[in-house]
Structure formats: structure tokens, C-alpha cells
């Protein structure tokens, strides 16, 4: 009869442990709610409210939209509001506002183009727009970075198996997204999800943070099948309704102040103004 290496079966011991134990963790934090994608807060990149290791992803960009949001309100820390308008588009020159905007009447104007709230000067505090021109990613993590280098996955079962996760990049760094897209094209006549992608959240003199991205690769082969599957599952899912102001109860007043009021409607351009449509 062969011999059990004590050693071994001690380490099997310790490993078995800590998967028991991260099993019983997760049962318990389940109930706890939490951000079901990407965020970024300070320069720490979230999922589900926890860093992420190394403040990177090794992953495919399945679908990108431009996604321009309105509040109405300003922040206030600790409540959250959602915008009384937003628009997606594959183009930022054919953008409108979403059909759930004009059905509540929000809409200031017919086009983004065009619109008071997407003009420099609209945020009422500097050259900045009332409107916030984002970039909305749907990204499926397809590895991990160790020791600095990509270790992909191998099999399209781990593919299948993936979540894949929204993360909104900031107009700071919509740029970035798109030297890399045409990158990719130029690179490989693919489009984003045709690539590896090492996304990573880094410091920034000026803006805090900026989202990066660097080419790794094209997928393999053998993968790109599963990714294209899950491609289609992205695309139907990254234009999302929001909840508008009216769908809800009246946010509560925060403790000893007026509640927020929506900024005043002016006939100037560089005015925020609300629904007109």
C-alpha cells in the first residue's frame, strides 16, 4: 500500500478548511445588499463593494454604449436619486433621450445634440456640461493578472460560466476607450470583444482616476465561439432603464436641511433645464 505523505494530506487539511470557511462566510454576507457592477470610488475599483485585486481586469469588452445621464438635483452624500434623463447610442451624434424619458416628459430636447444640457458651460459651476457623457461596457473577466503577466482561461465552459458585469467609465476617460477601440481596428479589423483586454484604474493628476486600456491579444480560437454567445446576452442587456424621479416616493430631506431643488428653467444655453418634450 502506497504511503500518505503526512505533509500533503496536512496542507489538503488547511485548504479544505479555508474553502469551508469561505463558504460559510459568503452564505452569511449574502443577504447583504451590494453593487452588482464595476464602480469606482476614489481611485479603488469595486465589485460588489470589494477591491479588486491590483486594481485590474483581464477581460473582454462584450458591448459598449455612449450613455449620457441628467440629474435634475445635486449630489448629496448618502442619497442616491436617479437621473431624470438619459440616452444610449452606438454614435454620440444620433443620441436621444430614452422613450421612458419622453414618455414622463423630461425630455428637454429632442436630440442630445443640440441640447442646452449637453452644452460646455450648462453644469453652472464651471465649463463642465449639466449633462454627463458617459460610456457604458459590459465586461466578461476571461483571466487574471499574476505576478504582472496574463494567465487566460483555457476551457469555453469557464467562459459559459462567467457573470458578466456593466462598469460606467467617466467622460475623463472616454477617450481613452476610444483610442483603444480604434486601436483594435486598426490592429485586427475586429471589433472590442474580438481582444484581450487588460483594463486598469490608475491615479490621475488631474481627474483623480483614469480608466486604461491595454491590448493583450487577440481571444483564442478556441474561446471565441463562447465569447460571441455571451456577446449576444450583453448586447440585450447594456441599454437599461433607469427608475425616473417620478416612479419613486419623494426623496426625504436630509436631517436639517431644505430638500435639494432642481435647478432654474431659463431660456440661456448654458442653463440646466428640465423636460420640455
Known sequence: MAKVNSENKAVMSWKDRLK????????AEASVQTSTAYQVKGSTLLFNDVPVFGNELLCVILA????????????????????????YGEG???MAP??????????????????????????????????SNRRKLEILVIGSIVSGRPKLF??????????????????????????FAKQVKA???YPVYGVITRLKVEPH????????????????????????????????AIETDYALPEDEEPAKPVKG????????????KTTARRGKY
Not at 65 to 84: I, K, L, Q
Not at 156 to 164: C, G
Not at 258 to 267: E, G, M, Q, V
Open 98 to 131: 430614452a422613450e421612458k424619458v419622453i414618455i414622463a416628459g423630461n425630455a428637454v430636447h429632442e436630440t442630445c445634440l443640440g441640447c442646452p444640457n449637453n452644452e460646455y458651460g450648462s453644469s453652472g459651476t464651471g465649463r463642465g456640461k449639466a449633462c
Open 205 to 236: 493628476m488631474t481627474n483623480q482616476y483614469a480608466i486604461n486600456f491595454e491590448l493583450i491579444s487577440e481571444v483564442p480560437d478556441a474561446l471565441m465561439e463562447a465569447i460571441i454567445r455571451r456577446v449576444d446576452k450583453a448586447e440585450g
Open 64 to 87: 459598449n454604449r455612449f450613455h449620457n445621464v441628467f440629474y435634475d438635483r445635486p449630489y448629496e452624500p448618502g442619497e442616491t436619486f436617479p437621473p431624470a434623463c438619459y440616452a
Open 92 to 94: 454620440a451624434k444620433e
Open 20 to 27: 469551508r470557511d469561505a463558504d460559510r462566510q459568503a452564505t
Open 187 to 189: 490592429t485586427f479589423d
Open 257 to 268: 436641511k431644505a430638500p435639494a431643488k432642481a435647478p432654474p428653467t431659463a431660456s440661456a
Open 154 to 179: 483555457t476551457k469555453a465552459t469557464e467562459i459559459a460560466d462567467q457573470e458578466i458585469v456593466s462598469l460606467l467609465i467617466p467622460p475623463t476617460s472616454g477617450k481613452n476607450f476610444s483610442t
